[in-house]
């Protein structure tokens, strides 16, 4: 069975500390791997797409590296802020299936 | 673009009635997706559509749960007859290519007493 699974479900850290969360999959036969961020009552927010002939992907504070070999994909979020409290996604898109296979998410509160 | 639209954002509805929710995915994406999310079972896939067509409803839970595009603007997933357990927040996304970044819209919070 394809499974996505986020590690941990929930961290609490102070503001200013470099994180990162973890995501892992049980297939290396995917597409593409993408991370959300999603709001409490709210929709998914997009926050990268790392194909998979790519090795990292970064957006602002925001770096996504992948490792297909390992099964493997971490989101690492430079000197977080407390707006960046949310619940953080990864999602992959195995070859076989056609369709998005979505971790648990990681439950992030960063203090101020 | 005004990114995928969903309405309504909030349904409450009594055991047994008929539910219809409606999607109106990104200008020119040919891909559309249901997803359903829960607390218990996360994020699933419920079906999903290219170029109008379905492709992909594995995911659908009952035959109480329908389906359809009839254009590329426009989609419906519906509940007949809804059920407590159908509670959930429904989401549409779409993309244009399968391979392709997913947007989704803001999602309709189905709540069925």
């Known amino acids: 069975k394809q499974e996505v699974t986020q590690i941990p479900a929930a961290l609490s850290v102070p503001e200013g500390e470099n994180l990162v969360l973890n995501c892992s999959f049980t297939d290396s036969a995917i597409y593409n791997l993408q991370w959300f961020r999603q709001d409490p009552g709210k929709g998914l927010t997009s926050l990268l797409l790392i194909q998979s002939s790519q090795r990292e992907q970064t957006s602002g504070r925001l770096n996504a590296s992948l490792d297909k070999s390992s099964g493997r994909s971490t989101l690492y979020i430079a000197a977080s802020q407390p707006g960046d409290s949310a619940t953080y996604l990864c999602a992959v898109k195995y070859y076989a299936g056609n369709m998005l296979t979505f971790g648990g998410g990681t439950r992030l509160m960063v203090k101020p | 673009d005004a990114g995928v639209i969903q309405s309504p954002r909030h349904e409450v509805t009594e055991m047994g009635q008929e539910v219809t929710l409606r999607c109106k995915p990104i200008?020119?994406?040919?891909?559309l997706f249901w997803y359903r999310q829960t607390m218990m079972r996360g994020l699933e896939l419920l079906i999903y559509f290219n170029n109008n067509v379905p492709i992909d409803d594995s995911g659908m839970p009952e035959d109480r749960f329908s389906a359809k595009m009839p254009n590329a603007s426009f989609s419906t997933l519906k509940i007949q007859p809804s059920e407590p357990r159908d509670s959930a927040v429904y989401f549409c996304a779409s993309s244009f290519f399968v391979w392709d970044e997913q947007y989704f819209g803001p999602g309709t919070r189905l709540t069925v007493t």
């Open positions: 200008s020119g994406h040919d891909y």
